[in-house]
C-alpha cells in the first residue's frame, strides 16, 4: 500500500508514525525541530490521513506498509520515532526489522493489550452527520455533546476537510477503524521476539498508558531500554510539552 509522506531535512533519518486518528500533519512542528540535525520523515498510516484506506487495519498489515516504504524510498537504516498506536508499529517493526532500526523511541504506549476506551470518541465521529453538515462548527457541537475535553476535539477535528464535491468527509477510514478496533488495542508478539537495539520509552506523568507494571514486559522485548517521564504532560505529551520533548528524543539520539 502506498502511504502518504513528507519529508524534513537533510542527514541520517528518522521515521515517525502518528497515533490512532491522527496523522503526519500532528508531527510537523516537532519534524522541523528535530530536522536542524537529521532527515525526518513522516508518514500517514493506512487508514489515516492521505494514505489509502483499506479494510485490512491491523499492526501486520501497518509493519509491511512501513517495510515497502522504506525499501522504495532505498532507506535501510533509520532512527524509528512513533506514537501511541504508531508506537506499536515501530514496536512491532524494531522486533520484526531489527537491521533497519538504529534507535528506537517509543512515546506513551507499552507493548501490552489495552482497555477499550475509544467509545465516546467513535460515537461522537459516527454522530456527524457528514453529507448534511455545512460548516465545521456543526461538526464540533455535535462532537462537544459526546467528548468532555476540548483538546480531544480539536485534535478531531483536524481530520475533517471538504471534498470536491464540497461535502465534508472524515481523513480517516472511521468505518474500518471501528470495525478493526480490537486488532489496534492488541499487541502479541512472537514468543522470545527480542529487539536488542537502544530504546527510548518516553511517558506523559498524567497519562496512564504506560504504567511501573508495564516495565517487566518492556524489558523482556527490548532489554537496552530506558523510560523518561515528561512531568505535566498528557497523552500527547510531544504537542503539550514539545521542548521537553524534543530535548529527551536529541539527547537520546545523541548517545
Known amino acids: 500500500m502506498k502511504l ?11 521515521l515517525i508514525m502518528h497515533g490512532l ?13 528535530l530536522a536542524e540535525e ?9 487508514n489515516h490521513g492521505r494514505s489509502m484506506h483499506s479494510p485490512v487495519f491491523n499492526y501486520q498489515a501497518m509493519v509491511d506498509d512501513v517495510l515497502a516504504f522504506l525499501e522504495e524510498q532505498h532507506i535501510f537504516r533509520t532512527h524509528v520515532l512513533g ?23 517509543v512515546a506513551d504506549i507499552a507493548p501490552i493489550q489495552y482497555i477499550a476506551h475509544h467509545e465516546d470518541v467513535f460515537k461522537g465521529l459516527s454522530a456527524v452527520p457528514l453529507p448534511s453538515i455545512q460548516s465545521r462548527q456543526e461538526a464540533e457541537t455535535i462532537l462537544a455533546a459526546y467528548l468532555k475535553e476540548e483538546s480531544v476535539i480539536q485534535f478531531l477535528m483536524k481530520g475533517l ?12 477510514n472511521l468505518n474500518d477503524i471501528i470495525i478493526n478496533y480490537e486488532n489496534i488495542l ?6 522470545g521476539a527480542i529487539f536488542e537495539g537502544q530504546t527510548l520509552f ?17 524489558l523482556k522485548m527490548f532489554p537496552n531500554m530506558q523510560l523518561e517521564t515528561i512531568l505535566g504532560a498528557g497523552h500527547w505529551l510531544h504537542a503539550e510539552k514539545p521542548k521537553e520533548f524534543i530535548d529527551l528524543v536529541k539527547e537520546f539520539l545523541k548517545e
Open 161 to 172: 476537510y471538504r471534498k470536491d464535491d464540497n461535502q465534508f468527509s472524515w481523513r480517516f
Open 202 to 218: 518516553i511517558r506523559g506523568e498524567k497519562s496512564n498508558y504506560i504504567q511501573d507494571k508495564d516495565r517487566s514486559q518492556m
Open 21 to 33: 486518528l491522527g496523522s503526519l500533519d500532528n508531527w510537523q512542528s516537532v519534524a522541523k525541530s
Open 4 to 14: 502518504n509522506f513528507k519529508i524534513y531535512g537533510e542527514g541520517f533519518p528518522i
Open 186 to 191: 492488541s499487541f502479541e508478539s512472537k514468543d
Open 83 to 105: 506514537h501511541s498506536m504508531g508506537g506499536k508499529v515501530a514496536m512491532y517493526f524494531a522486533l520484526q526489522n531489527a537491521d533497519f532500526v538504529e534507535k528506537l523511541i
Open 38 to 46: 537529521n532527515m525526518i520523515i513522516t508518514i500517514d498510516l493506512r
